[in-house]
């Protein structure tokens, strides 16, 4: 009877199994999928330098490639798709950054010039969130160059997002960065109430809309110290290194 039982188990297993991976096959993000999940996986990929476009939320052909490069650098097989594998490693804090192209020249601002000696305060996220509402315009400093100019705050959960509030700011912003839009991170020192703070800001806006008329399309990001990003709270060690570079 056991032996009967067993063998019952057994042609169960045969048959359910190859049912399970195709539901998980099935359920994976891949080409044609749409949605508020497809727009946060192209925003990791852009994020990891594997897209150079603003998220669709359309799971395109370019969305497709840029997975299978991500996969190929994670050592996962290359299908293009988003399945739990791909998922978990795309948005785990060690996630693999794609490689610099050597035929594109990179992009980035000023190397430091000795004229600012002053560092700032490494405050916690935490504490910095309530000093910057939604609105607040406030100043920042350069540490490279010396070059100051304003931001606005726009949003933001677990960093800041920051918008240029005039002309002049945006043209002083993208001097910083060598002129461009750039994935680099500056080390900078933000001025509030009085005290002057360490942070790294993004070289690179999102968000599609001019909110001030500076020419600056859509936001970017002033990280402080422990700010993560605001999809999946990880940690970014590029902004923390940035953030070293201007604290004391």
Known sequence: MKKMIGILLLICLITVLPVLASAQEDAAI???STGDEVALIQARLRDLGYL???PTGKFSDMTAEAV????MQSGIAPDGQVGSETYQA?????AKRAPMNPSVKKVSGPAYSGSVQQRGELLSWEDADPLLPADTSFSVQDLNTGSTFNLVRTGGINCAQVATPSPADYETYRSIFGGDDTWEHRAVLVTLNGHTYAASLFGMPTGGDDLYGSGMHGHTFLYFNNSKTDIFSLADEEH?????????
């Open 30 to 32: 891949k080409q044609s």
């Open 52 to 54: 150079n476009y603003r």
């Open 68 to 71: 299978k490069k991500f996969q």
């Open 90 to 94: 795309l948005f785990s804090a060690d």
């Open 240 to 248: 923390i290194q940035a953030l070293l570079r201007a604290g004391q």
